[in-house]
């Protein structure tokens, strides 16, 4: 008990323990014998906590800009008390009285920032109980799942004048004998998430089945490329089940061309799926809102709530255009979920559930339109600092203009970094050892800087247009709001003096100070996300070990 | 704020607040104003939080018997905070650098509970990236679903001879025509839970292709009738993905013979999947665990955290009975989960998860196989109490002797209980107007009771062998640790007095005294259960409200 706060002033300081391995921490978790004998709540807080706590990572420090995972407001742990001690089953009202009604009403609240319909759609919705905006889930792969699943029921559907009973009950083989399919597949540019894998091979397809559609040097996908892609598999009687656009991609934070992706989908009769698990919570900013354009003609859409919606951990949401299309995937048993009634379990993917809207009941009442309009507007801003920074800089190449908050980029050693920064610079002039050089360069450079544990970057391969080959990566998400410019400089400070191969001088908030780049910094920008957040961030404290009365 | 504590002492007296309808709560949640400005914290805990929870189900209330969520251990809801405040993501050892170890470590004790390989095996185990003894996931269905993902992805795996890169790569038309099958099914119970029609429609054999076989008097399958099955799918060329044990069926508690089935699965090497998302746990009591001999053969099992295990809502369990089966289902992505590291994300179904491990990490320490032991062998008396007591009266038919601590019974009106309980008493003397009388007094008996909001059983409609016929039946599952005899008492009292048209008159715990099966009542069993748990539960009480001075 007495560790606890510390691990919570560690979180301030670095994003791990440095010098422990992965083995090492695997090592003390190796026992499988279950005790008989029940150890003492205190034994166990005393021993068992801190061990495991001290080298956790500290995702919600400030430095730690390598991963979707940040900091929550600061009332969400004692709200997951609250959630945990109410222990409401969502799958049934008999088991969530109110919170069934709460959960439709938020997912009703979010498919209006999408899809913008009026009062009256949405009065005829919260009243209708054979119908979903949408569902709360575990996460967006889960939520991704759902998208395609519904896809493809309404792609392979019944036929009831044919006597073919539709996908949902009779299956992909009877399903492609009676429409005369070869096969079927997802169209989606080759960036699109590994859970859009996991669908296909889930849904029977394969993951030969989901067809990658290359992107162009801004990380978009081509359109007219897919779409010949669509018109080739019509014309070899394979049907499309879905194309799916995104919306923040997680590599890139590109966003794809989604109104130029929904005229196709609209033209061949294609469902359209949005992947907007990281990007979805730009439509809350007047600002970032526009890139998004065209989600609002999606079928389906994917929202992360543990990402910038700022859910805890395990929260996704899938929401429908149509709620009545919530039906080619409901499901019904006599003892639990009967026709008629409000129970969400019949349309959901899982069964039992917890009442994880809550989290996002709270978000939305007490961060406000405003408050994630803030929260998004700041982390645009850091990121376009952060490439700003590297692009001045020599030892850096910035891959993509950044869309939103994610960055690409990657450190040039020398004398790569000279070809390459020279009045007419060409990737044509490197040689396959030199590409290597990079890339090795970069790898080195991420696991140096990761096994330090004060800074932290995460690291991709990805195809690079540009480069026309896949290249090594870092890779930045801007998506804490604790996260601020001095930030950014310690990370890239940290990395020049890795490259450079001093010793670490990194003496916390100050050193970025002295550093080149330093009057790049806009001391005058709007500082609001952050202090508002620092006001309601979790991470500097753990809210059951002090007294109350604060919340 | 000031309200909660009310909150927390209803849980005590009452299921729900009654007189309140589902439409009356829905109308308070039928907006869909996204508010600009932030709400203040201590505006939305004084006016928000009160009116969800006046009107939630106090699940953990004692004489709530109707569904599987029931009270949990007291030290639950602070972890959940803490588990929120750590926001660990077990996606990728990035950002769940110890938890990651301590889910494997977890997953693995439950392995050897259910599997009891050697301690090289665990040894190997722990130590190996490319495989795991199972996964933690946000519930049953996600977890039948992957065990049935791995059982196709086996049966239609890859043949390189052939060229045949496997469904999980080709899909299932290929598949089917590259083994020559017409189709493929899973076969199992009749009373297999709805997530498994969930798994069939996700898979691709549609809803059809989930084979129910009929079940006998107790509730447990068929054996014979499913070996045939599986002897005819054969001879139609039709592939059995996998055969289906339960162990702990939603409906009534029953076990099917899991030995006899795998020996069936194992003639005809089919893959074995056991749904013990509700009995898996009775694998602690030396009484019950007899009864699920045969789980050991079963090359996948599904174990509900949330329910037997006293984890929070949202936490499931899937354990592989041979480690390198889940790599029938890996998937990788460069940028987040590459081959050879700790990161569990390329092994399951969901991708960004919470570190719920944790929780039973903490279960396993501080309840000790003793604890769950006593938590298991005291529900089942109460579900025999129970049993016990219906059977002692004129007013109740107990459907099936209970196997594990779920319980399945119904009232019967006059004047068809003359005729049920006479000297020769027989189903087929009953004339259609009768059975329907029967299931109609169910359901208004269950409906009243449920809508008086002091007492709760759950309702089905099954089919019940004896009768051959469906019936609706009322179901009791004593899953809570806080129900005692006395609660049991009281259910059948309000029972008793709404079937007899008389007012309330249930005056809270002594009311029951007076009941004629008091007698019956053994006061001198075992009470540790009870006083363990009531130390440990958490619904008398909100923690993050009080000093955390006792923790």
């Known amino acids: 008990m007495l560790q606890l706060p510390a691990y919570a002033a560690q979180c301030e300081e670095r994003v791990h323990a440095p010098g422990v391995t992965e083995e090492q921490i695997r090592d003390r978790f ?14 166990y807080i005393e021993s068992v906590i801190p061990a495991l706590m001290n080298d956790s990572t500290a995702v919600s420090c400030s430095r730690q800009i390598g991963h979707m995972t940040g ?13 945990t001690a109410m222990q409401q089953n969502v799958v049934k009202t008999e088991t ?4 069934t009604f709460l959960e439709k009403q938020v997912v009703a609240c979010l498919h209006r920032l999408i899809f913008k319909c009026d009062a009256a759609f949405y009065d005829t919705l919260l009243r209708d109980t054979e119908t979903l905006s949408g569902m709360v889930t575990s996460g967006g792969t889960t939520a991704n799942i759902i998208g395609l699943w519904i896809a493809r029921n309404g792609a392979l559907g019944p036929d009831l004048a044919g006597g073919f009973a539709g996908v949902e009950q009779a299956g992909l083989l009877a399903a492609a004998l009676h429409y005369g399919y070869r096969g079927a597949v997802i169209v989606g540019s080759a960036l699109m998430h590994y859970s859009l894998k996991k669908a296909a ?10 067809v990658p559609i290359p992107y162009d040097e ?20 394979v049907c499309v089940l879905a194309i799916v656009g995104i919306a923040g991609a997680t590599e890139t934070g590109s966003v794809d061309d989604l109104q130029a992706l929904a005229a196709v ?35 389906t859409v994917t929202i992360d709530g543990h990402k910038q919606l700022f859910m805890p951990m395990g929260c996704g949401m899938l929401m429908l255009r149509d709620p009545n299309k919530v039906r080619l995937v409901a499901k019904t048993a006599s003892y639990i979920i009967r026709k008629g009634s409000n129970d969400l379990g019949r349309f959901t993917l899982e069964g039992s559930r ?5 989290y996002m009941h709270a978000n939305l009442a007490c961060l406000g339109s405003i408050g994630y309009e803030r929260l998004m507007d700041r982390s645009a801003r850091i990121c376009r600092y952060m490439a700003k920074v590297l692009h001045s800089t020599q030892e850096f190449e910035v891959m993509l203009k950044p869309m939103m908050n994610i960055l690409l980029y990657r450190y040039l050693p020398m004398p790569v970094r000279e070809k390459l920064r020279g009045a007419n610079p060409s990737y044509h002039g ?27 970057v995460s690291r991709t391969t990805v195809y690079s247009p540009r480069c026309r080959r896949s290249i090594v990566a870092l890779r930045v998400v801007i998506g804490n709001p604790l996260t601020e410019e001095a930030d950014i400089d310690q990370v890239i400070s940290e990395q020049l003096r890795i490259t450079s191969g001093e010793s670490s001088d990194l003496t916390h908030s100050d050193s970025s100070g002295q550093l080149h780049w330093r009057a790049l910094h806009d001391s005058q920008q709007d500082k609001c996300g952050r202090h508002y957040w620092e006001r309601m961030s979790s991470n500097a404290k753990l809210f059951f070990l002090e007294d109350s009365a604060g919340f």
Not at 71 to 83: K, Q, R, T
């Open 201 to 210: 091979d889930l849904l029977g397809i394969g993951v030969q089945g989901l």
């Open 71 to 83: 900091s929550l407001p600061h009332y969400m742990p004692p709200l997951a008390e609250l959630v």
């Open 30 to 43: 190796m026992s499988t014998d279950i005790r008989r004998e029940p150890m003492s709540l205190k034994a």
């Open 96 to 99: 969530a009285k109110a919170a």
């Open 265 to 299: 989908a609209r033209r061949h009769s294609v469902h359209f799926h949005v992947d907007a698990a990281w990007g979805g919570p730009c439509l809350f900013s007047k600002a970032m809102a526009p890139t998004l354009v065209g989600i609002e003609s999606a079928d």
């Open 354 to 358: 917890p009442g994880n809207a809550f």
């Open 430 to 456: 490197l040689s396959d050892a030199e590409w290597e050089e990079i890339d090795q360069a970069n790898i080195s450079l991420q696991e140096r800087q990761k096994a330090d544990g004060k800074t932290f």
């Open 218 to 237: 801004h990380f978009r996908v081509n359109v007219d490329e897919l779409e010949r892609k669509v018109l080739e598999c019509k014309s070899k009687n």
